[in-house]
């Protein structure tokens, strides 16, 4: 039976959808889609490094062998076997991992929005990077909290100015590798410091790290989850590594907090796919990734190598640059009076995008300031796309 004439509805959201905001990146990717724009916007991992045949090898593996398990709901901590491996994957001589510290969630962002609701009431201080992860920004501020943006420089975050900022601050975000969106990384004297003072602080450190395996050189700098397990939380992604699109990552905290996590998790989406986790599992508990992971740092460094020779080459002087050792992103510095937002809407006039820099700040925003991501684009197209936005930089000037 249908409704004659039924009144408008008057819907009437929550007052936390008051903040709620789209991405930034998500928005600007819509744009992107069309083949004639030159892309360095979006944070996406390179197609060509996917390992198609091996994922479709696993799949078939598993959907053969155990395919009534994998299509059944699973537990909410997530599937034993794959929870094994990432804890001894994290272990070492000095800090032993257990697999019940390790919960599964749909992706690192989950575990950003789970951690969101167990640590964060409304008016909590977390403390962020200047600037910080747009992801993270987006999911800690449906809650509430108030932000305060912890001091950096050319080597990432300064710990000495965390004391000043502490009262209050139910957490410290972080991302020591690589980070996004500057392509920082944290030497290890200062990840040593950093440590240091959050546990004299009582202060929990979040270490996200999704780019920590894309280091160029190969060597990955330790984990602040070693020096104080039971201080540092700990988030990681197959995003990265294997594919974006299984939507799988994982959450390491204390067993006094994981906890509370999986409850939290529980309520969301009771668990995580079973079935990616599995064909997940089957593809890396043999030591694949450590044949995978040359080709895709090969594959990165070759292409950043590229943009920052166009950059040298196409961007006037006065703009300055980071140099990342690893990960996707290169972060630039305009002039003062350039705003990035308004560059963008030329650039996109001229098929080139890009992230302008605002939305990574939580405080403070510096507005002539961008993102640009290199993995997704060939090196010829790289210098088409870096001479195009030299020269419309230069016509600020």
Not at 175 to 204: H, K, M, S, Y
């Amino acid at each position: 039976m249908k409704i004659e004439n039924p009144s408008p509805m008057q819907w009437q959201c929550a007052e936390r959808a008051g903040q709620l905001q789209s991405s930034v990146i998500r928005e600007i990717l819509k744009v992107t889609v069309r083949p004639e724009v030159i892309s360095f916007a979006g944070g996406l991992p390179s197609p060509e490094a996917f390992p198609v045949e091996r994922m479709r090898s696993a799949f078939d593996a598993v959907l053969s062998r155990q395919g009534k398990v994998a299509l059944q709901y699973g537990p909410s901590d997530g599937y034993a076997p794959l929870r094994a491996w990432i804890a001894d994957s994290l272990s070492s001589d000095g800090a032993r991992i257990l697999p019940e510290q390790v919960l599964m969630t749909s992706g690192s962002q989950q575990a950003l929005d789970l951690l969101g609701k167990v640590l964060i009431d409304e008016g909590s201080r977390v403390l962020v990077e200047t600037p910080s992860y747009l992801g993270a920004l987006q999911a800690f501020s449906l809650y509430r909290p108030e932000f305060m943006s912890v001091p950096t420089d050319e080597h990432g975050l300064v710990p000495e100015a965390i004391a000043p900022l502490r009262q209050g601050a139910r957490l410290l975000y972080a991302l020591p590798n690589f980070q996004n969106p500057t392509g920082r990384t944290l030497p290890i004297e200062r990840r040593a410091a950093l440590v240091e003072t959050c546990a004299r602080l009582g202060l929990p450190l979040v270490e996200d790290d999704p780019y920590g395996a894309l280091s160029y050189r190969g060597e990955p700098l330790p984990k602040m989850l070693t020096m104080n397990p039971s201080g540092v939380i700990y988030m990681g992604s197959f995003s990265k590594v294997l594919t974006p699109g299984i939507r799988l990552g994982y959450v390491v905290a204390p067993l006094q907090l994981v906890g509370k996590l999986e409850q939290a998790k529980q309520a969301a989406d009771l668990h995580t796919a079973q079935l990616t986790q599995m064909v997940v599992h089957e593809v890396v508990k043999d030591g694949f990734l450590d044949e995978h992971m040359p080709t895709i740092r090969r594959l990165y460094a070759n292409q950043c190598e590229a943009m920052l020779a166009a950059l040298a080459e196409h961007f006037p002087a006065g703009t300055s640059w980071t140099r990342p050792e690893g990960g996707m992103f290169i972060w630039v510095t305009l002039s003062k009076h350039i705003d990035s937002m308004k560059l963008l809407e030329e650039a996109i006039a001229q098929n080139v995008a890009f992230v302008p820099g605002a939305p990574f700040y939580a405080n403070a925003v510096e507005h002539n300031t961008l993102r640009l991501s290199f993995v997704t684009v060939p090196p010829e197209r790289i210098r088409e796309g870096i001479a195009k936005l030299g020269k419309l930089i230069a016509s600020k000037l």
